[in-house]
């Protein structure tokens, strides 16, 4: 009887669970206020849309809120088929920015944060 190598064994076991590794690293697709909720750099960020108002919330991938003290954005959003940029700005808990035109509750397009520090990341909404 002929024994498997260590190394096929963990190649194999590597190949069989990658199906499952990307859905384990991605935001629920829905946030804790109801808007749509995808991950930008190291953040889950969720768009909440009122009117023409947007709203931001940032939380980390542990799943807790992060001060917006120091961040700025651009939700570059799909509006009637044409793209809409809003500046975001740190109010309290949240990012948030106007829209020149009513936004949509499904919103399409994608995100742009510099944090404090810096730092950039980005995310996109489906």
């Known amino acids: 009887m002929r024994l498997i ?3 096929f064994l963990a190649l194999a ?3 069989a669970s990658a199906p ?3 859905a384990l ?3 629920p697709k829905t946030g804790s206020h109801g808007g749509p ?3 930008a750099g190291p953040y889950h960020v969720e768009l909440v849309a009122s009117g023409t108002t947007l709203e931001l919330y940032l939380r980390s ?3 807790q809120p992060v001060t917006t003290a120091g961040f700025k954005g651009t939700a570059i959003l799909v509006v009637d088929g044409k793209p809409q940029r809003i500046t975001l700005e740190p109010q309290g808990d949240r990012l948030t920015g106007t829209s020149p035109v009513p936004l949509p509750a499904a919103l399409k397009g994608a995100v742009q944060l510099t944090g404090p520090n810096g730092s950039t990341a980005s995310g996109k909404l489906n």
């Open 5 to 7: 190598p260590a190394k």
């Open 13 to 15: 076991g590597l190949l």
């Open 20 to 22: 499952v590794l990307p």
């Open 25 to 27: 690293a991605h935001a």
């Open 37 to 39: 909720q995808t991950d």
């Open 61 to 63: 991938h542990a799943d």
